[in-house]
């Protein structure tokens, strides 16, 4: 199949813009709990529509007090907090472009996207941020204003505000159009320097309406409960931003929780207990790993896996059924699933709060064998994708029929269509208008309203998608062999003691891998086998651990042909990072700094 149609649910209003909904909701259900913030104490409070529609219009009249005019830009360098919602929705209310501004990024990335887009002023959570700008501040002429979460700025931007008339914001927001501009999101910059995506008020709230039109029914834990979200996905990105928009829009309660580790992650998880979550692949697996280190430190390591067997099973089953394609798991089968959900499944549930029932993921792709376990153990992940280009999510695994190791079907109101190379190409009401200050390069990726978006997919029978790759990423080897590394890496990266894995093989006579290792994976195997403590030189060299991740590489190459093998590979001692340029703000691999950081280290794998 060659292109996919899905008709639409939703459209965007034909007047109006995102902080609109704010002030509806509140003179609708003024009481109802929109959102959920911690105070001094790290106890969750509660926060009505009123409240927030209150906290917002005066955080705008602070806004217009301070100098922020309809159409500056303002840029937000923050971690996910409360505060970046608000200030997303205040300056909203007056017209101005939000740009997000990752809190990991360098002075130089920095510098670039606050140059590029022009900002007028700044918000940052703290002193090392302020540093940050203020290290580059010298070559931004446009910057007037920075203000610092952390020293007061919420509360003196709320007393400026104070004799503003209401009615100045109001103005302000009713001559937002769904046109108008709503951010300036710029892409990773996994090939080049980043770009700003011009995202407008109808591509986010054509996106966020259709989410929650399709999807709604799995908000929930159970029908008629209320539905609730903890939002852990940087706000920098634009699924997090995407999560922000379609929670206010849609009624969910949605909380702030600034750290993706886990030791911080999981608490916030338990007290917050929301009804469902969105995250990356990347989460799943650290709470698939955590449970089965539980297991393996109780000495209940084959029961897990015995348990994860069971749940692949079931699953599949299920969605076999779904299909049309057999009757559903056997009646041995379900009373195996029955004594695992006790001992095994409800304590998986539990680490994530207790509640949820349904996921969806994104950002980049997940195994299916995960996925197929978590919907076996009770959490139906519904994995979708989507660009910076698309607002996030242009297709997404439906909630009746979830073809496990896709990324779904188009999201309703959207196309997709599979160029003659491979090309995935998408047209839709959540495609940007372009790239800010750069012509040339919105003229090769929009072409009459369809996004080219470099990524290589095929599309089955049913319309569901599958991303195999990027066109950039393609290696050929030296005897011709065009291969995508994507699902190589992955299947490497699932193994629990490896945190990375990048293919290399261009123009080499086979492919090889490096792969660096999780820390807290090999803490625990350490521990389990009464070995010694190792600094990361000596872990390399360990002959165990080397074996345990040849498993992984073996389990890799079952996946392809001969010739799209991992030959030979090697363990580096310390992991890629952002700080040392070979990671984007969204971890994605830079793999041509990577190829050029360990250049002796690839030549060794072809001698």
């Known amino acids: 199949m060659r292109e996919f149609t899905v008709p639409p649910m939703a459209t965007a209003p034909h007047v109006g813009g995102l902080a609109d909904v704010v002030f509806d909701h509140a003179l609708d259900d003024p009481d109802r709990i929109a959102l959920a913030r911690k105070d001094a104490a790290g106890q969750w409070q509660d926060v009505s529509a009123a409240r927030f529609r209150d906290e917002v219009l005066a955080l705008a009249k602070g806004l217009i007090a301070d100098g922020v005019r309809f159409g500056d830009r303002v840029a937000i360098m923050s971690r996910t907090r409360y505060e970046w919602t608000l200030f997303d929705f205040a300056l909203w209310s007056i017209g101005a472009q939000p740009v997000p501004v990752y809190p990991t990024s360098s002075a130089e ?205 079931y699953a599949e089953a299920m969605e076999q059924k779904a299909f049309g394609q057999g009757p559903g798991p056997s009646a041995a089968l379900r009373m195996q699933h029955q004594f695992f959900e006790k001992v095994v499944y409800g304590k998986v549930r539990e680490a994530m709060g207790g509640r949820v029932r349904h996921a969806m993921s994104g950002g980049s792709s997940m195994g299916r064998r995960l996925a197929l376990f978590f919907a076996g153990a009770g959490v139906t992940i519904y994995e979708g994708y989507g660009l910076t280009e698309t607002t996030a999510a242009a297709t997404a695994n439906p909630p009746e029929r979830t073809r496990f190791g896709t990324v779904g079907l188009p999201v309703p109101g959207t196309t997709v269509h599979i160029a003659e190379d ?142 799209e093998q991992i030959r030979t590979f090697r363990i580096l001692a310390h992991q890629f990072t952002e700080e040392h340029g070979l990671l984007t703000p969204s971890l994605k691999l830079k793999r041509r700094a990577i190829e050029e950081a360990y250049t002796v280290e690839v030549d060794a794998l072809y001698r």
């Not at 700025?153 to 159009?177: N, S, Y």
């Open 422 to 563: 491979g090309e995935v190409w998408l047209h839709g009401g959540q495609v940007f208008s372009g790239y800010l200050n750069e012509p040339k390069a919105t003229e090769r990726v929009l072409k009459d309203g369809w996004l080219a978006t470099g990524d290589i997919g095929a599309l089955d029978e049913d319309g569901y998608l599958t991303i195999t790759g990027r066109k950039k990423e393609i290696l050929v080897t030296s005897g011709g062999k065009s291969v995508s590394p994507v699902a190589l890496e992955e299947r490497v990266r699932a193994h629990p003691l490896v945190a990375q894995c990048i293919v290399v093989g261009n123009d080499r006579p086979y492919i090889a891998a490096l792969v660096t290792l999780d820390q807290e994976g090999v803490d625990h195997w350490l521990a389990m086998r009464n070995k010694p403590s190792m600094t990361a030189a000596e872990l390399v060299r360990d002959p165990d651990l080397e074996t345990e991740v040849r498993r992984a590489v073996v389990a890799a190459n079952t996946l392809v042909s001969q010739a």
């Open 109 to 313: 990335q920095v510098f670039w996207m606050l140059h590029d887009s022009e900002v007028t002023a700044c918000v940052v959570e703290h002193e090392d941020h302020a540093m940050t700008i203020g290290s580059v501040v010298d070559r931004l002429p446009h910057l007037k204003r920075l203000w610092q979460l952390d020293a007061g700025a919420l509360a003196e931007l709320l007393a400026a505000g104070a004799q503003i008339d209401d009615d100045v914001v109001h103005r302000h927001r009713r001559a937002v159009t769904p046109e108008s501009t709503a951010t300036v999101i710029y892409t990773s910059g996994t090939t080049g320097r980043p770009k700003g995506c011009v995202i407008t008020h109808a591509n986010f709230m054509f996106e966020a309406d259709t989410m929650v039109a399709r999807w709604e029914p799995v908000f929930h834990s159970r029908p008629g409960d209320e539905a609730s979200t903890l939002l852990f996905l940087p706000l920098a990105h634009v699924f997090g931003r995407m999560v922000e928009v379609a929670a206010v829009r849609g009624r969910v309660k949605l909380g702030h929780q600034p750290a993706l580790s886990a030791s911080a992650l999981l608490p916030d998880l338990q007290s917050l207990r929301p009804t469902f979550i969105l995250a990356v692949p990347y989460i799943f697996e650290k709470v698939f790993n955590a449970a089965r280190r539980r297991a393996e430190a109780d000495g209940r390591t084959g029961p897990f896996d015995k348990a994860v067997e069971i749940a692949v099973k």
